[in-house]
């Protein structure tokens, strides 16, 4: 009963909802899109909420037992800070830092509230306003949750790397028609931790209360903020997004290895706040390299006038079987020329049971591909095309 309580709690704190909400925004501006480009949803369902609530829970029991195992305490008013600043962060930065740069920006206020530390802290206490206290084992423990945010984006990217491929049209300077794809994922985790004396009990009565050795603790569900959103005008999503979960597993590997040689190096607070900053300062410079990657590339996802461009693939659908992929170019559909989706369609409708297509892939090599269609109804292929401009 009582673990029903805490989880409970974590269902009543203002982060969870705002999460969902947000989720649920990015998820129906995602199928408005598509709707009002490409006459129909690519994916209509709300695959944003379901991997916030699904991917929630399974990676929210894996990080907690890892976590109640490392016995990772924190202060409570570091949890007040943390889930008021990543609050803020959702309502008012849609951009792809956020979670990991809300977390370091907790530390960093909560590091100024120290009386012991900084003159900030001083004159809090002496205007009678809370202060804090920080301790080297403290934000050892932050480097430990700062790798869980870590390695949990790259397991989401991992998990979902078909998604963000819903493509998202918009022009260059000259009026050519471009798109672009995004991936864009968030997840509040109920992780536990522990926090120390009995703050907890103090304002809920029947919160449990349990000792070691001579310290009693509490067990939080904290929500801990992971995700981000990342594009590509250049490359094929599914491998971008494959190598930016490499590379937030190194970080997050960085992380841990920081938390490992920090706790038996006894370094003061300041230094070990440094070299958290220092991974979230390799957090940036791996999206800002691959944002530099992509913007090098040579080709772009952009309208052609020889043949028609795949912009998008949409999943359970006869498309799943012609090999094909985001960004190659169909000369030919059941043997005629076709350099329009209105030429593409009339070819599909004279032979509405099965389709034959000619294409030129992103390596510029010719291939034959073909597959059977629904019987009456080839818009049914699932193949996404730049939409015909009205005269």
């Not at 995700?227 to 979960?245: E, F």
């Not at 979230?280 to 791996?286: A, F, S």
């Not at 040579?298 to 998008?312: H, L, N, P, S």
Request: charged share 15%.
């Amino acid at each position: 009963m009582q673990v029903l309580k805490i989880f409970e709690l974590f269902l009543l704190q203002p982060l969870v909802w705002l999460g969902l909400l947000r989720s649920y925004l990015t998820a129906k501006r995602r199928v408005k899109n598509e709707r009002q480009y490409f006459h129909s949803a690519i994916n209509p369902q709300l695959v944003e909420v379901r991997h916030f609530l699904m991917d929630g829970c399974l990676l929210g029991i894996l990080m907690t037992a890892i976590s109640l195992a490392l016995g990772l305490v924190v202060a409570p008013i570091w949890v007040v800070i943390y889930e008021a600043v990543a609050a803020i962060s959702l309502i008012i930065i849609p951009g792809a830092l956020a979670p990991v740069t809300a977390f370091g920006l907790s530390w960093l206020i909560y590091w100024a509230m120290s009386p012991e530390l900084t003159t900030v802290g001083g004159v809090l206490q002496r205007h009678g306003f809370a202060t804090t206290s920080m301790s080297g084992s403290l934000v050892v423990n932050g480097l430990i949750l700062l790798a869980i945010v870590l390695a949990t984006t790259a397991i989401l990217l991992r998990w979902h790397d078909q998604d963000g491929r819903s493509p998202q049209l918009q022009p260059d300077q000259r009026g050519k028609r471009l798109v672009r794809y995004r991936w864009q994922q968030l997840v509040v985790l109920p992780v536990g931790v522990l926090i120390p004396g009995d703050w907890l009990h103090a304002v809920f009565s029947w919160w449990p209360v349990f000792m070691v050795g001579e310290r009693s603790f509490s067990i939080l569900l904290l929500p801990l903020l992971i995700g981000t959103s990342v594009r590509v005008y250049k490359q094929l999503p599914q491998i971008a997004w494959r190598q930016l979960a490499s590379r937030f597993s190194w970080v997050a590997v960085v992380s841990v290895l920081v938390a490992i040689i920090a706790r038996f190096a006894a370094l003061s607070p300041q230094w070990l706040l440094a070299l958290m900053g220092l991974v979230v300062v390799l957090t940036w410079g791996i999206l800002a390299q691959h944002r530099y990657h992509d913007r090098h590339q040579q080709f772009r996802y952009a309208d052609t006038e020889q043949g028609v461009r795949v912009i998008g693939l949409r999943p359970h659908t006869p498309a799943d079987k012609l090999n094909l992929d985001l960004g190659d170019i169909i000369l030919e559909c059941n043997r005629q020329p076709v350099n329009t989706e209105a030429q593409f369609y009339a070819a599909l409708l004279k032979s509405p049971t099965y389709v034959h297509l000619k294409v030129r892939n992103r390596q510029q090599e010719l291939i034959i591909t073909e597959t059977a269609i629904y019987n009456g109804a080839p818009h049914e292929l699932g193949i996404v095309l730049f939409t015909d401009l009205e005269d």
